[in-house]
């Protein structure tokens, strides 16, 4: 007699959400069944499921801790393989504001693996699990359910290669982990529920990126070069060195002020962020890739736990839930965060109740999102409510940023809550908010004037230029080839208007002289 809740638990997506979910569910299921639409066995690089795995990832240093102890030994499993690991806060080269934090030892680890190589490890250790097995090259088409709708008992899955109603895996639990684009909302309102409600910030962000072999070394120790798009230069970058050699560099822009995907217009995005060392490594080295894009309009946060009504045996968890603006960084460490949660309530022996678990992991929600949604607001450009905690919270942000260019004790401080380690207030500690005033009183009036003139005015005066070339503003390069569109979030929509609202912003910078604080 085995101590399981469930005979089979179906997972829907086999992303970084759905790996974890199995990796719990393993553990309280008698079966588990992964089912996607691509093949995964074996797939070491980029696939059509997961466009966004071609642009940098980073897992946060919670993130980290979590896969560590759902998979003991990963982390050296990566050092085997000769994946890049360092101290998140010491060994990568961060600019925030245009200044460059003074690195710390904080014993946060980060792994400079790309998305697909991250997964594919994860994937693996899911894959020896011996109750875990993946249906792959099938597509979810529909949950089944009993004659009321008050229970989930299946799903229906069509193989790729197959015309017809599919057929259904009958299931005790099933989990929605497919991504941004879950259906669940939908299949909701068909059995008769409502949808959840749907809070957006909309942030018209585009990736671009490109992979190179360097003929010099920009990063001498450091693992990766960040220029972070702030409200100074909202032109961002994570250049990490790969495992292979190579190395990734993926420019972001936001407001529809998109980084192109034609060669000239992409090395002119580069030559203005705030780390003139990546431009002076990426000119003359050897690309490997021609530039690809995807686009991300807005951050969306589905209020599940605030439905009165939900079926029975269905689960949602990952970029289905609440999909973030990725600059941040946080949307695998949220799954992982949420696959803890959901074995929690495995763990209390009978099968997970559907508005607990939402409830549950709301609260774990809530720092993420608060921080990303939050430190958006920080751009002018970007439409929502700015209650005061919003705006104390970004002039505080943008003084800590100015004396973290100082004082390392600051920049552990910080990583350690934006790694999602600590909470929020630790920021607000009166020994830190001491350090913090005092290390950038005078940093913020220089950042006002060196780097708002210098940084900021130098994007606005470059997006001009290629607006001129152009004519369609930073967006104009977008979708250029057809690598690039089969890259592009089928969600986004913000085109030649998102290009209009970067043009709007650019001016709104300029006549502010690029700060906000
Ligand atoms: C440009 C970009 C950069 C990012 N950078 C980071 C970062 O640095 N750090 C970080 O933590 N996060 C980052 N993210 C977010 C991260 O990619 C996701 O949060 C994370 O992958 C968790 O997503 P998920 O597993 O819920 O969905 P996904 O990773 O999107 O996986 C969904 C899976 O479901 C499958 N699927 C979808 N629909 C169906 C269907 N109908 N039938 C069968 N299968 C289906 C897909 O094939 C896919 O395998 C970034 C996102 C973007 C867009």
């Given at each position: 007699m085995?101590?399981h809740i469930?005979?089979r638990?179906?997972v ?6 759905g790996?974890?979910?199995a ?14 639409r691509?093949t ?5 690089g980029p ?7 071609r642009?940098?990832?980073a897992?946060l240093?919670?993130?980290?801790q979590i ?9 050296d ?9 360092g ?9 925030f504001?245009?200044r460059?934090?003074r690195?710390?030892?904080?014993g ?6 790309t998305r697909?190589v ?16 993946f ?6 088409l529909s ?14 899955v069509?193989?790729?290669d ?6 259904v895996l009958?299931a005790?639990l ?14 909701l ?9 749907e809070e957006?910030?909309?942030?018209g962000?585009a ?19 960040n220029?972070?798009a702030s ?7 994570f250049?990490?060195r790969?495992h ?7 420019l ?7 980084p192109p995907?034609d060669?000239?217009?992409?090395l002119d ?12 490594a990426?000119r ?12 991300f ?7 599940y736990?605030r439905?009165r009504?939900f ?8 970029d ?6 990725p ?7 949220v ?14 022996g009978?099968?997970?109740?559907p508005?607990?678990f ?5 609260p774990?929600?809530?720092v ?16 929502g ?5 919003t705006?104390?919270?970004?002039v ?5 940023h100015?004396?973290a260019?100082?004082?390392?004790d ?5 990583f ?12 607000f ?20 004037t ?9 994007a ?6 290629v ?6 503003g930073g967006?104009?390069?977008v979708?250029?080839?057809?690598e690039?569109v ?5 969600g986004?929509a ?20 690029g700060?906000?604080g």
């Amino acid at each position: 007699m085995s101590d399981h809740i469930g005979n089979r638990a179906v997972v829907l997506g086999g992303g970084m959400a759905g790996l974890l979910a199995a990796r719990v569910l393993s553990e309280a299921y008698t079966d588990v069944l992964v089912v996607d639409r691509d093949t995964l066995t074996g797939v070491t690089g980029p696939r059509r499921g997961v466009p966004q795995g071609r642009h940098a990832h980073a897992l946060l240093a919670r993130g980290q801790q979590i896969l560590e102890e759902l998979f003991p030994g990963l982390g050296d499993e990566f050092a085997a393989a000769g994946v890049p690991a360092g101290d998140l806060a010491g060994d990568l080269r961060w600019y925030f504001n245009g200044r460059r934090l003074r690195p710390a030892r904080s014993g946060l680890m980060s792994v400079s693996a790309t998305r697909p190589v991250l997964e594919a490890r994860v994937r693996a250790r899911v894959a020896a699990l011996p109750n875990v097995a993946f249906l792959e090259r099938h597509a979810v088409l529909s949950l089944s359910s009993t004659a009321d709708g008050g229970r989930i008992t299946g799903v229906r899955v069509a193989a790729e290669d197959e015309t017809g109603p599919g057929r259904v895996l009958e299931a005790d639990l099933v989990v929605d982990a497919t991504g941004r684009g879950s259906r669940t909302p939908v299949w909701l309102e068909e059995l008769g529920y409502d949808r959840p409600g749907e809070e957006r910030v909309k942030v018209g962000l585009a990736y671009t990126t490109r992979h190179y072999r360097l003929s010099s070394d920009p990063y001498g120790d450091d693992l990766s070069i960040n220029p972070v798009a702030s409200p100074a230069n909202p032109r961002g970058a994570f250049f990490p060195r790969l495992h292979d050699g190579s190395s990734q560099l993926s420019l972001t822009g936001i407001l529809g002020d998109h980084p192109p995907t034609d060669p000239d217009g992409f090395l002119d995005f580069v030559r203005s962020l705030s780390a003139p060392e990546i431009y002076e490594a990426v000119r003359d080295a050897e690309p490997l890739d021609d530039p690809v894009t995807f686009r991300f309009p807005a951050s969306v946060r589905r209020r599940y736990e605030r439905l009165r009504r939900f079926p029975e045996g269905l689960l949602v968890m990952g970029d289905g839930v609440c999909s973030f603006n990725p600059v941040y960084g946080q949307g695998m460490t949220v799954a992982a965060l949420e696959a803890m949660v959901l074995r929690e309530h495995l763990r209390l022996g009978v099968p997970p109740r559907p508005q607990r678990f939402f409830r549950d992991i709301s609260p774990v929600i809530d720092v993420p999102w608060e921080i990303s949604a939050g430190g958006d607001l920080a751009f002018p450009g970007v439409e929502g409510p700015r209650s005061l905690k919003t705006r104390l919270g970004n002039v505080y942000m943008s003084r800590l940023h100015a004396a973290a260019a100082r004082d390392g004790d600051v920049t552990e401080a910080f990583f350690r809550v934006a790694g999602l380690v600590d909470p929020p207030q630790r920021l607000f500690r009166p020994g830190l908010v001491l350090r913090v005033l005092r290390n950038s009183r005078d940093r913020t009036a220089e950042d006002r004037t060196a780097v708002g003139r210098t940084t900021a005015d130098r994007a606005v005066a470059d997006r001009a230029a290629v607006s001129r070339t152009t004519g369609t503003g930073g967006a104009g390069g977008v979708g250029g080839t057809a690598e690039t569109v089969g890259a592009v979030d089928a969600g986004s929509a913000s085109g030649t208007g998102g290009a209009r609202d970067g043009a709007r912003t650019a001016d709104r910078m300029a006549s502010s002289g690029g700060t906000t604080g």
